[in-house]
């Protein structure tokens, strides 16, 4: 969906609008969607900033970066975003930290579904877990150690010793 900049009317944009991604267009490649992603955006026209607010929200189902069970994974974000002309901005050999917070639209057109997957992308953790105390599989019999109280011991041998162990002769 594209926003023309110059047809903006003074008072701003609201848009109401579920989106309907691929799992393929997300960061975490084996999320799989159970509810469209609905974006509540407003989108004014400030002198030659564009300013994008708005509530992305959805529910994902995904595997568990310990156990690989799937959970499900419920996205409610806001974002505050500021867009400029591509023209104003300059190139730089080094971005500095002021650059990171800017975006820039081109052809005087801002392109709201890219937008909004990118903020869909920006709500996910680097390792999803199905809750913060999962234990994992169990490296010896395999089992999902929440759902079976597998009885299996494991021995870690220390990093430290490694290499002592290999002068000692048994």
């Not at 867009?83 to 104003?88: D, G, H, I, K, S």
């Amino acid at each position: 969906m594209r926003i023309e900049i110059d047809t903006l009317p003074p008072e701003g944009l609201r848009i109401s609008r579920d989106f309907d991604f691929q799992g393929s267009d997300l960061v975490e490649e084996e999320a799989v969607f159970l509810q469209p992603a609905h974006v509540e955006v407003t989108i004014r026209k400030i002198g030659e900033e564009i300013s994008v607010k708005g509530r992305l929200s959805t529910r994902l189902s995904m595997p568990c970066s310990r156990c690989l069970t799937l959970f499900e994974y419920p996205v409610d974000s806001l974002f505050d975003l500021i867009f400029l002309p591509e023209e104003l901005g300059d190139i730089k050999e080094e971005l500095s930290n002021e650059d990171m917070d800017r975006s820039y639209f081109i052809d005087r057109t801002l392109d709201l579904e890219a937008v909004v997957l990118e903020q869909l992308n920006l709500t996910f953790p680097a390792k999803p877990l199905c809750s913060k105390d999962c234990q994992g599989i169990c490296p010896v019999c395999g089992q999902i150690r929440r759902e079976s109280g597998c009885g299996c011991s494991v021995r870690e041998d220390d990093p430290r010793w490694i290499k002592i162990k290999n002068f000692i002769k048994d």
